[in-house]
């Protein structure tokens, strides 16, 4: 207590002043770790980086010119896959539109067959053929054209094979 009876108003400023930047300084430390709170404590230690993967270029001058050729040659292989996968993919869309256009053929074939007497009678009169009989000689040489034997056009169509036979000759004339 005999501290504090000997005061004086220039101690008693001096403790206030000081006592004022105390609380100042505190405030701003305070505002500062709050702020600093969310990018990073203070006292985290930095977290270990992950070993990146590096090139042997310490190791020996063949182990480098090796990994450079396997590099060249995995591209190399990598766009001749690419280049006949493309072209396998257009053989089968090409496929597909063969296809697409047989069984085209083979369902006008069957749906339209022309009766065999008036399509012979028409023919020997000089008359142009029915649409049906024209969508059947048509079905009858898109087979051909994919290299049907006359007999299996025959059995496909359910035709008789002197006409099938007919018809091909019809059209090589």
Do not use: C
């Amino acid at each position: 207590m005999i501290l504090l009876a000997q005061f004086d108003s220039l101690t008693l400023f001096v403790l206030v002043a000081l006592g004022l930047t105390i609380a100042i300084l505190m405030m701003r430390a305070h505002r500062y770790l709050a702020r600093q709170k969310d990018e990073r404590a203070l006292a985290v230690p930095p977290r270990p980086k992950p070993e990146r993967a590096t090139r042997l270029m310490d190791g020996p001058a063949e182990l480098a010119r090796w990994e450079v050729e396997m590099h060249q040659t995995a591209r190399d292989l990598s766009a001749e896959l690419n280049s006949r996968i493309s072209v396998l993919r257009a053989m089968v869309a090409e496929a597909d539109r063969a296809a697409a256009r047989l069984e085209e053929a083979l369902r006008i074939a069957s749906e339209g067959r022309p009766e065999p007497t008036g399509a012979e009678d028409n023919a020997a009169a000089g008359e142009s053929p029915s649409p049906r009989a024209e969508a059947s000689a048509e079905a009858v040489y898109t087979l051909a054209d994919y290299g049907f034997p006359t007999s299996d056009i025959a059995a496909r169509l359910g035709r008789p094979l002197a006409e099938i036979e007919r018809i091909l000759r019809a059209r090589n004339k």
